[in-house]
């Protein structure tokens, strides 16, 4: 037995190399070992809540039990480090490197544009990594499975998915498998479309490129731990930390005393349960058992009647047995089998499914677990043991309620579970319901199980639960008894649904919300199973022959829609782009398809990011102190008990700011007034970042709460509480066109937040130098100078004393324009104070805590139209949600307003706009900056009418369209050639008229799924409103041996500007990019640069860099004239000799850009960009799911600079926007708490979320004096285009509407998520729910929007 105060040596291997650790603490985990012990960075934090896999590494064990090797993915994140003995683990840096060699996979992912940031893409390495070393040919689903616990913020995951396509066996090098149609086939309809034109490319990268994989090339399990898995050691071994010992038995009987003696302590598996709860939810326990070593609890057993599954087994484990056993059994015997293998499925993604233990899983007894309802209708039993000896309990309603009577006895642990086989004349179900398909804790989950008196269709027994409708999984036990000998017909189906709304009920203020949602979920269900059941009768009467059976009534074809789940399938897809013209010299890159200049640096985990940057000398970690009162004066700060901590250092306070504490209304740090929950109060500073985010807990904070306190849009409208004077522009007389129209129509439009979900979090390092008051920044920024600036008047010392270096950023989309300013100042308030070198690294929940995002809208139109579809008049008032803080809100107001027409010349307009003051973190900078959410309003417009005329909304939107040269409502010329070209080009390759024809004809056949189409356009101006804003500068240096150093002011974050750039140099400077080098953006070397934003980086920089070169070329000139056949050394060697310097600064004097708010008028931005996209869906009107049928883009990038990087845009753009639109939705308490903060709550767009069909072409290049090589900025515009998703959700809700007469008119509100769909799509059982009266109970959530 373990001796209480030797700590055991802990062996373990990272990419082959041995790590004995003798002193090891067993709070800590994997990732920390990794980036703080070893140094190994490439695995990154980005939630530390196992949810996006961006710590992905590969985890290689001798299974206990079988004694083969299994090779796994795991977040280290959740892994704790003492569950690692005996382990071998990979990690991004032990598969390849760009210093040695590189992995096939790490080369791929690069080569095919699947890293943008790259801050995912390690991870992502290394889930296809394991993959690959466990299945060398992958089938193209593996791929999909092993990708869908990776979240990607950037590119789409279709560049990624590609990538791995290469290893799979039926991967060829037609991209439209699955349609049973070769993409290039000339053919009806939709193929016609993607007929091959010469000048026209499809591919983006060259496959033949590729080395091959060579799976003896990978590193072996080291045969030191094969020796130590043949000859185990039995005896205890135990790891003793500071506050927790972690206590690993040999054998069962061990376990079982310690488990005895230490009954409190829990058994440790996978700790993806454990682990969540002691970090965020402050669970702690001093001792932690850890099974692993335990073979018993890994065994299978299988019996004639069932099946007896070890606890200690994965749920990876238990899918391949249950899979397994389903092959060899009739299907009469594997109901329930199949019903945990549909599950098992979507049940988190690979990694967790590889950690998370099926013993654990059960004794979590979480609402939301997604097995526990199916083993409980499935009659499994549990296999307790201890020891005292071993018993078994049913896995019973009261067991999952955690009732003492029907628990473990302390001391007993679960050894196994026995699942029985169903039989004849038994049917089991599985449902579940999440916001999306894959990798998101379900709403609401169930299983349910029915055996009939054999040959009748009598209810013998039947059992139901429900989980994610109570504090555990609920069994309907009462109803189910109640039915019991019912026959299974509508009058059987009635009284359940009558019953079972009785029996799980949820109050009206139930946590978690969306209680009518999942009121209605819990009879759809039921509903899903009676027909699923009938079918099944059905058939069994017919293959049997039962004599005296009754006549089972027909489903109608019509009703059988209800009966199939969309299944998870690969998405395929084309992009098309044009060539470059073939004189076009090879050395010159600019409009090829070059590959991100850090793509295969991502991939090896060699990029650093800024928290990648090593220690140094005496650094500091910072912690930030948050208000928890929306609005509240601060009483008193009381920093005593966090002081006497150790390792704090000091707290940093307002009262310590040398310069100003930001603006009166922007306090960098609380004073005496907090205006939100999450603002910044202060911050400690520690020796680490564990004892500094211990010492935050314990300040105390008093508070006096004050009045008003507004959260919601309609709050503030009625306080009169706006940051801004209202943004108006009007033009022709609106009321006069009102009176003369055909019909007018009203109604609101409700948009949501969003959550910019950068996969790097805030981070900081500021380094104070001994002399003169220097300061080093390095920060993740889209806006250094803005930090630079803000950390000047903080400190009040020049601006020419602070250096901010951003080598690259890890996905900034708007949110790290302001708010880095404020973190870059606090840490350097810290770092002056204490005179170390200050680190302030944002957990993701502070992050989304803290940092605010996308403005929520509500907006009201009043339109006015003739019977033909032609608007005559509209009058569009919006309101945002600013926060409590200006911020970028005005600007947005602005943006908003003036970009509210879109596409549409409409001769009479009103826009008015305001931006709210409330209680709530400000919202600032995202990606398309009040576009996306203001053109919904328009665009809802058109529906509306569409709707009122009888036509279709995309025969308004060209009849309202934008036809000949023209002028915007602000008065600014245009001409809109090129929006007609994309709008017809969509059309025409989306095959959109047959595909409408069919979708009406698809919805007549079906009543529960409906499919809808919609195509949107638009026109997306570009840049700021501002002529400061234009502007750019670079620096290029010519170093004596040839090669060149590029800085610009421009920012890579993830855009490829960086890229872009060389590509710049490389055509002007006439030398192949291989000469040139861009180490990172610096306010030394290029100073007053303006933020990283507005899709114009390339577009200013670009020309700026193109100045400096030019202007180093013109000074080479009379040098290459003379020695016209020498090289570019020779030249260079000779300008240095005749004294000609080889640096330049390069200048762009950019766009003139204003805009008159007083006239109304203005030319606020430079140019516009194009684009239409066309989406088709299908929705389940009984679960209110999606799936993507197919999206078509057509874009106008003008001439690409760089097609690769562009497509990737808008296809990034373009799921980060149908995420907005779809499932992003955040949640605030009534308090203005916000619940979303992390990857678990608020759910981004995973793989399995990408359109089935996915085609993005650019249209054929035209030219425009105005950009560089006439190009165009992406950046955002592709956001809106998501729209098309939403619109072709709400025209399937309209058309389930239709068919069940009620109301066409709904309100929209975005996201359309499936809560909002199924409460749309309003049936009978829509109408059984129990519905609360607001006033009688506090919901968990309000709206804000
Ligand atoms: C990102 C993420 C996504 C998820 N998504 C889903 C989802 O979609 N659906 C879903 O249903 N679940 C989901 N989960 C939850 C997951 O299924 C559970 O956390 C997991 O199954 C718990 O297993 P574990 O081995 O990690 O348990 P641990 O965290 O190691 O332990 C959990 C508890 O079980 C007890 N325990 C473990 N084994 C035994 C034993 N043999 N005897 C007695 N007690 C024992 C421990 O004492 C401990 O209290 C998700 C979790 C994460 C982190
Ligand atoms: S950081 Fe580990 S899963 Fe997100
Ligand atoms: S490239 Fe995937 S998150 Fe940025």
Redesign the pocket.
């Known amino acids: 037995m373990p001796c209480p105060s030797r700590s055991d040596a802990l062996v373990f291997f990272v990419n082959g190399r041995k790590v004995v650790e003798r002193n090891v603490d067993p709070e800590v985990t994997l990732l920390t070992f990794l980036r703080k012990n070893l140094r190994l960075t490439g695995t990154k934090y980005a939630c530390g ?3 996006c896999g961006a710590c992905t590494v590969m985890v290689s064990k001798q299974d206990p039990a079988c004694q083969e090797i299994r090779h796994f993915s795991v977040t280290a994140c ?1 892994v704790p480090i003492c569950s690692l003995y005996g382990a071998a683990v990979t990690t991004v840096e032990g598969v390849g490197s760009i210093k040695t060699r590189l992995h096939p996979v790490q080369e791929r992912i690069a080569k095919s544009h699947g890293t943008q940031c790259g801050f995912c893409t390690p991870g992502m390495v290394m889930s296809m990594y394991t993959l690959l070393r466990n299945h060398p040919q992958p089938s193209e689903e593996q791929l999909l499975a092993a990708l869908g616990g990776n979240l990607c913020r950037c590119t789409g995951y279709r560049p990624i998915l590609e990538s791995g396509k290469t290893f799979c066996l039926e991967s060829n090098d037609c991209q439209q498998k699955g349609t049973g149609k070769c993409c290039l086939d000339q053919g009806e309809d939709d193929s016609s479309s993607l007929g091959r034109n010469n000048d026209m490319c499809t591919d983006l990268f060259e496959k033949e490129e590729f080395q091959p994989l060579d799976p003896t090339q990978e590193l072996i399990f080291p045969p030191e731990l094969l020796r130590m898995a043949e000859n185990p050691e039995k005896r205890t071994l135990t790891f003793h930390g500071e506050r927790v010992t972690w206590i690993l038995p040999g054998t069962l009987k061990d376990l079982l005393e310690l488990k005895a003696r230490h009954p409190e302590a ?11 709860a002691m970090k965020s939810q402050g669970h702690f326990h001093p001792i932690l058992l850890s ?1 692993a070593r335990i073979s018993e ?1 890994s065994m299978v057993s299988k019996t004639s009647n069932g099946l007896t599954i070890g ?2 087994c994965s ?1 990876a484990q238990v899918k391949d047995i249950l899979a397994e056993r389903v092959s060899k059994l009739p299907e009469e015997k594997t109901q329930t089998y199949r019903a945990l293998l549909k599950h098992l499925k ?4 690979q990694q ?1 499914r590889n ?3 099926l ?3 059960i ?2 007894r ?1 609402c ?4 526990n309802p199916i083993l409980a209708v499935g009659n499994a039993t549990l296999n307790l043991i201890s020891g005292e000896g071993s018993r078994q309990i049913p896995l019973s309603e009261h067991f999952l309620a955690g009732l003492a009577s029907a628990d ?1 006895k302390p001391g007993e ?3 196994s579970v026995y699942i029985p086989d169903s039989q004849k004349w038994e049917f089991v179900s599985a449902f579940r319901q ?1 916001q999306c398909q894959q ?4 709403d609401v989950n169930a299983g349910m199980r029915v055996l009939f008196k054999e040959g009748t269709d009598t209810i013998e027994n039947l059992s139901i639960a429900y989980g994610g409708v109570g504090a555990a999984t609920i069994s309907a036990q009462k109803s189910c008894q109640q039915l019991l000998g019912r026959r299974w017909d509508e009058l059987m189906l009635d009284e359940a649904c009558r019953l079972l709304l009785d029996e799980v009920s949820l109050p009206g203020w139930a946590p978690g919300g969306r209680v009518e949602f999942k009121r209605t979920l819990v009879v759809s269900f039921f509903f899903k199973f009676y027909l699923q059941v009938l079918q099944e009768l059905k058939k069994l009467v017919e293959l049997f022959s039962v004599p005296n059976s009754r006549c089972y009534p027909e489903i109608s074809d019509r009703f059988l829609s209800a009966l199939e789940d969309f299944p998870v399938t690969v998405p395929q897809g084309v992009q098309r782009y044009q060539s470059v013209d073939s004189h076009q010299p090879l050395q010159d890159p600019v409009g090829r398809p070059i590959m991100h200049l850090s793509g295969l640096k991502h991939a090896t985990g060699e990029a650093i990011f800024c928290d990648d940057l090593p220690m140094v000398d005496k650094e500091l970690f910072m912690a930030l102190v948050t208000s928890t009162r929306a609005h509240a004066k601060i009483i008193s700060i009381d920093l005593s008990k966090a002081l006497e901590l150790p390792g704090v250092v000091d707290v940093i306070t307002a009262e310590d700011i040398p310069g100003t504490n930001g603006a009166e209304d922007d306090k960098l740090l609380a004073a005496d007034e907090v205006l939100c929950v999450g603002q910044i109060i202060c911050a400690v500073v520690a020796e680490t970042e564990v004892q500094a985010k211990r010492a935050i807990e314990k300040i105390k904070i008093t508070y006096e709460e004050l009045e008003p306190v507004i959260f919601t849009i309609e709050d503030a409208i009625k306080h009169n509480s706006f940051l801004c004077p209202e943004k108006k522009l009007e033009q022709g007389n609106i009321e006069e066109a009102f009176e003369k129209v055909d019909q007018i129509v009203e109604g609101e439009v409700h948009v949501g937040g969003q959550e910019h979900f950068y996969m790097e979090t805030q981070r900081v390092l500021v380094i104070p130098n001994t002399e003169d008051k220097e300061l080093d920044i390095y920060v993740s920024t889209q806006d250094p100078a803005h930090v630079q600036k803000t950390v000047s008047s903080t400190l009040n010392i020049p601006i020419n004393r602070i250096t901010c270096h951003v080598k690259r950023v890890g996905g900034g989309f708007g949110g790290k324009v302001v708010r880095p300013a404020a973190f870059g100042a606090i840490a350097a308030v810290g770092a002056i104070k204490t005179g170390h070198p200050i680190r302030l690294v944002l957990d993701r929940e502070d992050d989304m805590l803290i940092t605010g995002g996308r403005h929520p809208l509500f907006g009201k139109y009043k339109v006015g139209f003739m019977n033909n579809g032609r608007i005559k008049a509209l009058d569009v008032e919006c309101f945002i949600n600013g926060g409590c803080m200006l911020d970028d809100s005005e600007q947005v107001i602005e943006f908003l307003i003036l970009k509210l027409e879109n596409a549409y010349k409409i001769r009479n307009l009103r826009f008015r706009g305001r931006a709210c003051l409330t209680n709530l973190p400000s919202n600032t900078a995202f990606r398309g900056f009040g576009f996306p959410q203001g053109t919904l309003v328009t665009e809802s417009c058109i529906t509306a009418v569409a709707a009122k005329c009888g036509l279709l909304p995309e025969e308004i939107r060209e009849k309202n369209m934008y036809r000949t040269v023209d002028k915007t409502i602000y008065k600014q010329a245009f001409n809109p050639e090129t929006l007609i070209r994309c709008w017809n080009e969509c059309l025409d390759k989306s095959s959109f008229h047959n595909r409408r024809v069919k979708v009406e004809e698809f919805n007549k056949k079906n009543y529960w799924k409906k499919r809808g189409i919609a195509m949107i356009p638009m026109k997306f101006s570009v840049g700021f409103a501002a002529s400061s804003y234009h502007q750019a500068a670079a620096l290029v240096h010519i170093y004596t041996d040839g090669s060149v150093l590029v800085t610009h002011g421009g920012n890579e974050l993830g855009q490829g500007i960086h890229t872009k750039m060389l590509q710049v140099a490389s055509r002007e400077l006439k030398i192949p990019m291989s000469y040139m080098h861009i180490s990172e953006t610096s306010t030394a070397t290029v100073p007053n640069t303006i933020a990283t934003a507005a899709s114009i980086g390339s577009d200013v920089n670009g020309r700026a860099v193109q100045n400096a070169c030019q202007i180093l070329l013109k000074r080479l000139e009379p040098i290459i004239k003379k020695n016209p056949e020498g090289t570019w050394e020779d030249w260079i060697e000779a300008a240095f000799e005749q004294r000609i310097s080889l640096s330049s600064t390069g200048y762009f004097r950019g766009y003139k850009a204003f805009m008159d708010w007083e006239k109304g008028e203005g030319e606020p931005f430079p140019y516009y960009v194009y684009g239409a996209a066309c989406s088709e869906v299908e929705i389940d009107c009984l679960t209110g799911a999606h799936k993507k049928i197919r999206t078509d883009i057509v874009m106008d990038a003008c001439s690409s600079l760089n097609p690769a990087i562009d497509i990737g845009q808008v296809e990034g753009s373009f799921i980060q926007g149908m995420g907005l639109y779809t499932t992003e939705e955040l949640k605030y308490s009534p308090e203005g708490v916000l619940y979303s903060r992390g ?2 709550e608020y759910r981004i767009p995973t793989i399995s979320d990408v359109p089935e069909e996915f085609n993005v072409s650019l249209l054929s290049p035209s030219q425009t004096p105005l950009t560089i090589y006439s190009s165009k900025g992406l950046g955002e515009s592709g956001m809106f285009l998501g729209s098309s998703v939403f619109f072709a959700i709400t025209d399937a809700v309209a058309a389930a509407r239709r068919e069940r007469d009620t109301a066409e008119d709904f309100t929209v509100k975005s996201p359309a998520t499936p809560e909002w769909v199924r409460m749309a799509c309003a049936d009978r059982f829509t109408k059984m729910i129990p519905r609360d009266d607001p006033k009688t109970f506090k919901p968990w959530s309000i709206p804000i929007a």
């Open positions: 809540r196992g949810g959740l829990p058994l440790i598996l996978g700790n993806t349960s454990l682990g969540p099974p609890l606890a200690g749920l979507s049940l988190a993604g967790i950690m998370a233990s013993g654990g899983h004794m979590s979480h939301y677990s997604d097995l473990l642990i679960l050894e999440a990798n998101a804790l379900a990857p678990d």
